[in-house]
């Protein structure tokens, strides 16, 4: 069972638009949401990431959006560049300690000039 | 910042050898590591936790005798792929947190290329 659903799956933007990947999550205990960023033969690296107490998160051109009754929430990257092509993957982990992050299954972006 | 190194990058063995892959912490203890494998164009998939000086604990489906992790310090984790299989040629990653920080302290290596021929 996908802990963690990511879509779309691929996304082609046009330099300076606004990127939007989404996720949807079923664990309620789920209490952290972070969303990472991978380029390829890298490991992920951590681009932000929010909690359920609040609903919007900013840091540069990176927003992160929660609902938490939908149990929703959605990366936007404003003004897209190419350099921001990579695969892009939502995750969550619950409670304190030392417990995993279970990670959505990535969105491949594509900023074309 | 935390940071976790990962060795070897990459690496190509033959089908029925082993493959020994370590994790560092490189500026923090950590009791805890995790193991990841990524397949092509597919996400992260948790392996096993890795507990210091104790068992490691797997997930479902994966096998403990083939994929054997060892977590003798603080600051090391060792995943061995024992009698590797061309089916077991991944992208391998290992994460940490920093103790004492916020979830934002997870970190992860850089991955290793595993592949059996």
């Known amino acids: 069972q996908q802990q963690v659903k990511q879509s779309p799956q691929s996304l082609i933007v046009q330099k300076g638009g606004i990127s939007i990947i989404n996720c949807a999550y079923e664990?309620?205990?789920?209490?952290?949401f972070p969303w990472y960023q991978q380029f390829p033969g890298k490991g992920p690296a951590l681009l932000i990431a929010?909690?359920?107490?609040?609903s919007e998160k900013k840091e540069g051109r990176f927003t992160i959006s929660f609902n938490k009754s939908a149990k929703q929430f959605s990366l936007h990257i404003m003004d897209s560049q190419p350099g921001d092509s990579a695969t892009y993957f939502c995750?969550?982990?619950?409670?304190?300690?030392?417990?995993?992050?279970?990670f959505g299954k990535g969105t491949r972006l594509s900023v074309i000039a | 910042g935390a940071v976790v190194s990962q060795h070897p990058s990459r690496v190509i063995c033959k089908s029925g050898t082993s493959v020994k892959i370590e994790c560092r912490s490189l500026?923090?203890?950590?009791?805890?590591m995790f193991w990841y494998r990524q397949f092509p164009k597919q996400s992260l998939m948790l392996m096993a936790t890795?507990?210091?000086?104790?068992?490691?604990?797997?997930e479902q489906g994966v096998e403990k005798d083939k994929f054997l992790i060892n977590h003798a310090s603080l600051t090391l984790s060792t995943l061995t792929v024992t009698s590797a299989h061309p089916e077991d040629s991944s992208f391998y990653i290992c994460?940490?947190?920093?103790?004492?920080?916020?979830?934002?302290?997870?970190?992860f290596g850089s991955g290793t290329r595993l592949t059996v021929v």
């Open positions: 664990n309620t205990a789920f209490d952290y």
């Open positions: 500026d923090f203890q950590a009791t805890t």
């Open positions: 929010i909690r359920p107490d609040v």
């Open positions: 890795s507990n210091e000086g104790s068992k490691a604990t797997y």
């Open positions: 995750a969550a982990s619950k409670g304190s300690g030392n417990t995993p992050l279970v």
């Open positions: 994460s940490a947190k920093k103790p004492g920080q916020a979830r934002d302290g997870y970190t």
